[in-house]
């Protein structure tokens, strides 16, 4: 047998035809390099599929709460015409404010566990060595600064954040102060709070994930089955 694909006419391998290959007799060693080289390819081209959908995601997630911010500020905007003159419009106003940053922060949330997703499936391809482009570009990352995908996310919810709120505070301030409203007002300010800490902490400052911790477990893994790098 001159080549390892002689028997097949197209020369694609499936994992369908290793079983019919085995019970035919033909010795696996001689085409066990080949299978491999088959194996590796379908798991980079299927991480690499599982990375692009990610990063739609991320992309529609932000999508979803430009939209969302767009929404409930008319909301806000809306709520001024048959509330005017009353008391309850201040409350109106900092309930949606509230509503709108609970839901940005879940939206974040979500984008911050699809980064989280990436990163690690990122970090295998460079533990197996199956990406050169991963490996470099985690070398360049690391001594130049950089706006990655994530980054740009965690801006844009930071910045959606930082609006809503001074644009209800702002529409809010020219209106009598209400008693009733203190309580109401005061939970939006410490929600506004924490979500800036949080999205300024887990979008900038890495909390609760570790790139270099996975690195880690991977390489731990694959040490562990010693498997045959290609």
């Not at 929404?71 to 309930?95: C, E, N």
């Not at 990122?122 to 470099?136: C, F, H, I, K």
């Amino acid at each position: 047998m001159t080549s390892n694909r002689n028997w097949r006419k197209d020369q694609q391998l499936t994992f369908y035809e290793i079983p019919k290959l085995k019970q035919s007799g033909m010795d696996m060693n001689t085409i066990q390099d080949e299978i491999d080289l088959e194996i590796v390819k379908r798991d980079v081209n299927h991480i690499q599929a599982e990375m692009r959908q990610l990063r739609n995601q991320q992309f529609l997630i932000t999508t979803a709460g430009l939209t969302i911010f767009g929404v409930v500020t008319s909301w806000i905007i809306k709520a001024d015409s048959p509330l005017s003159g009353t008391k309850d419009v201040r409350s109106v106003h900092f309930l949606l404010e509230s509503l709108l940053l609970t839901i940005l922060f879940i939206l974040f949330l979500w984008s911050q566990q699809l980064k989280n997703l990436l990163a690690t499936l990122a970090a295998y391809l460079r533990t197996r060595g199956w990406s050169y482009w991963e490996v470099d570009y985690k070398k360049y990352t690391k001594d130049n600064p950089y706006i990655s995908q994530t980054r740009l996310v965690s801006i844009v919810f930071l910045v959606l954040g930082l609006l809503s709120f001074l644009f209800c505070f702002l529409n809010d301030i020219s209106l009598p102060w209400d008693e009733g409203t203190k309580w109401g007002e005061a939970i939006t300010v410490v929600i506004f709070v924490l979500y800036l800490i949080f999205i300024c902490g887990m979008g900038f400052c890495g909390w609760w994930f570790s790139d270099k911790q996975v690195q880690q477990r991977w390489d731990g893994i694959i040490d562990k089955k010693n498997p045959k790098n290609q």
